[in-house]
């Protein structure tokens, strides 16, 4: 569903992601999942990163864009999968501060 309001198209919006300076130095950048809906379309961005050759992870309504080729490893195993509901809004009184 792209944003009508926007002045941006799709592709114009993709390309000033793709062109920052992080994308350029093989970085990582993060993205709203649903800005990415808004502005480029999910099939859109999905091209464009394997296009690119990159990869791309999900987590909490965030997008997660690793800029290079380079394989990704995870250095902790899955805990288990609460629900937000189960986890609750941390403070700081909750970890004894």
Do not use: Y
Request: hydrophobic letters at 40%; charged letters at 30%.
């Amino acid at each position: 569903m792209r944003n009508r309001l926007s002045p941006l198209t799709p592709e114009v919006w993709l390309n000033d992601i793709f062109s920052s300076k992080a994308v350029m130095q093989g970085a990582v950048i993060r993205r709203k999942a649903r800005d990415i809906e808004r502005f480029a379309g999910m099939d859109l961005f999905m091209r464009e990163i394997h296009r690119r050759g990159f990869r791309v992870a999900e987590n909490s309504g965030h997008f997660i864009i690793f800029c290079n080729r380079a394989p990704v490893s995870w250095l902790t195993d899955a805990p288990e999968t609460l629900s937000l509901k189960e986890s609750g809004s941390k403070s700081f009184k909750d970890f004894g501060v």
